[in-house]
């Protein structure tokens, strides 16, 4: 058992092998999606205009991320899935929406992916709302008309808006008691004595239907409402915590060994205690289908992104097997590296892929899984294994590190996803515990410092090629491993090294399109012509 508390307690496994979603970013489509339509649901009535206000790589990068597509998609209420968040602004149009966008620069003081966002119900109330994405499709809501809150949906959340009145806690928290239900957390936040406030009941499960209209009665309060953050743990199982098996790689080793199972069985076991055995085999095999389609779709069938940069290159890696795989790749190799771009060039078509642990980085771990699978004869249950353990060492990393790119560069997306896919390949041909997580320790290593340069903002070069680096990186550090070779930092400081060179490094090397390859002359001629931002 843990011998702390855990720090992402709530957090599904296909939150770290998830969100599934339409391309071509985790944290400037999902969760930039998520962070509007939480906004969209704290505002009484229709949302009938909105201002979005852009801060930092929102602001740089937001026409070739599709996040204003998404922003707009999660005002009308769509899912991170929904294939009409391309068509989010025609949608709009035939929904009577108005919608504008205002790019307000960098501040290194709000965090890298925020966005203000102005709403009017056509009612004529009024609320201007914070978000932040925080990377791999998560979110917070930070400030609510000027009040700082942190509201971010991994437990189920009741939001009340009130004055600050005597009593009115009391009256709130005898309701809930009233109707069983049990308080997890609970914070007020206040402008000043007496005037506005708002109170979060991050609560063990969700209150009865009847419960809000009590709680809209009571004296002083203006608006009460239920948040439910789309494909969030807390949506599925609303107040479940999870058992306390690990949080860090030690305490996952100790727990392989206490149980005598594999990283993947442990976790999930873990994911069963959240969701129940039924829905988390439910959801691995909607995750395995997805992979499977995304990875060989565009090999048969390929399409140009959206800024005309890629298409077509897994299938040209895909036909040179034959001639290039054996003195050079292999033939798994190869085969890997085809499926991973197949993947990035779906995402950037705003296809629905699994971000795995980012869309920017969702080729990695289904490549090389997928493809060792097969050339093993390996079944589903297999996959499912080696992509259970894929998502524990990359809760590890979300845990105490990032995988966003706005946040820790390159190496926080595809490092990650090439530390998840190694361990994945040592599980799945039958490696111990340590063994992947020393496959881990070495894929990220050897990627430590890579930056995010993204050309203009898209999410296509040189995003596709780092995700056929990062199968290269995953392979070698499995076989690695599997040989016997050992390596002197363990998995945990390997982790937390990433984490502080990621802070090091300059904001013009993490997702702002300002630096890096983005900033070369080819690139910036490149993107004059491209026509994927829509400028």
């Known amino acids: 058992m843990a011998s702390k508390p855990q720090t992402l307690a709530t957090t599904s496994a296909f939150e770290v092998l998830g969100p599934v979603m339409v391309g071509p970013s985790s944290s400037h489509t999902a969760g930039a999606l998520r962070c509007a339509r939480v906004a969209a649901s704290l505002l009484e ?13 929102f602001s740089h990068t937001y026409h070739g991320h599709g996040t204003d597509r998404a922003l707009v998609a999660g005002i009308l ?3 991170t899935d929904d294939e009409r968040i391309r068509d989010a602004f025609d949608l709009a149009r035939e929904a009577g929406l108005d919608y504008a966008f205002v790019e307000a620069g960098d501040d290194a003081s709000v965090h890298p992916n925020t966005v203000d966002i102005d709403m009017v119900a056509e009612g004529g109330a009024r609320c201007q709302v914070r978000g932040e994405s925080l990377g791999g499709g998560k979110m917070r809501i930070s400030r609510i008309d000027g009040v700082g809150v942190d509201i971010t949906g991994a437990y189920a959340t009741l939001f009340v808006a009130h004055r600050d009145a005597p009593g009115i806690l009391a009256s ?5 008691a009233m109707a069983e239900v049990n308080i997890a957390f609970c914070r007020t936040y206040r402008t000043e004595q007496g005037g506005r406030a708002y109170s979060v009941f991050e609560t063990d499960g969700a209150p009865d239907a009847s419960v809000l209209p009590m709680i809209r009665r009571i004296r002083d309060v203006s608006f009460a409402t239920f948040i439910s953050v789309p494909g969030s743990a807390s949506a599925v199982s609303p107040g479940v915590t999870a058992e306390e098996l690990f949080d860090d790689g030690a305490q996952l080793l100790d727990a392989c060994a206490e149980r005598g199972l594999s990283i993947g069985a442990v976790m999930r076991l873990r994911e069963e205690g959240l969701s129940g055995a039924g829905r988390a085999d439910e959801a691995m095999r909607r995750v395995i289908e997805v992979m499977r389609d995304e990875t060989s779709a565009p090999v048969r069938e390929p399409s140009r992104s959206l800024g005309g940069f890629i298409g ?6 895909d036909a040179g097997k034959a001639r290039w795989a054996e003195p050079l790749m292999g033939a798994t190799q190869t085969d890997a590296v085809a499926r991973a771009m197949a993947v990035l060039e779906r995402s950037a078509a705003m296809g629905v892929i699994v971000a795995a642990p980012t869309a920017g980085s969702a080729g990695v771990v289904p490549g090389c899984v997928l493809a060792a699978a097969d050339a093993t004869g390996a079944g589903d249950d297999e996959v499912a294994s080696a992509l259970w353990c894929a998502a524990a060492v990359g809760l590890n990393i979300q845990t105490h590190a990032c995988v966003a790119g706005a946040e820790g560069g390159c190496q926080a997306e595809v490092g990650s996803a090439a530390a998840m896919a190694a361990a994945a390949l040592v599980e799945l041909l039958g490696g111990t515990p340590e063994q992947a997580l020393t496959a881990s320790s070495l894929a990220i290593s050897n990627l430590l410092g890579l930056v995010c340069d993204p050309v203009g903002g898209l999410v296509e070069v040189p995003c596709q090629a780092r995700n056929a680096i990062g199968v290269a990186a995953a392979f070698s550090a499995a076989q ?26 300059p904001s013009r090397l993490r997702e702002t399109a300002r630096g890096g390859l983005a900033a070369t002359p080819a690139a910036t001629s490149a993107c004059a012509t491209c026509g994927g931002c829509g400028r």
Do not use: I, K, Y
Not at 45 to 57: A, H, I, K, M
Not at 172 to 176: E, F, I, Q
């Open 45 to 57: 009535g229709r949302v009938v205009g909105v201002r979005f206000t852009l801060w930092n790589s």
């Open 77 to 79: 209420g769509l899912d």
């Open 172 to 176: 709130l928290t005898h309701l809930l």
């Open 312 to 317: 077509g290159e897994a299938r040209l890696v």
């Open 480 to 505: 690695l491993a599997l040989s016997g070779v050992e390596w002197l930092v363990p998995f945990d400081q390997v982790v937390a090294a990433m984490a502080e060179v990621g802070h090091a490094l």
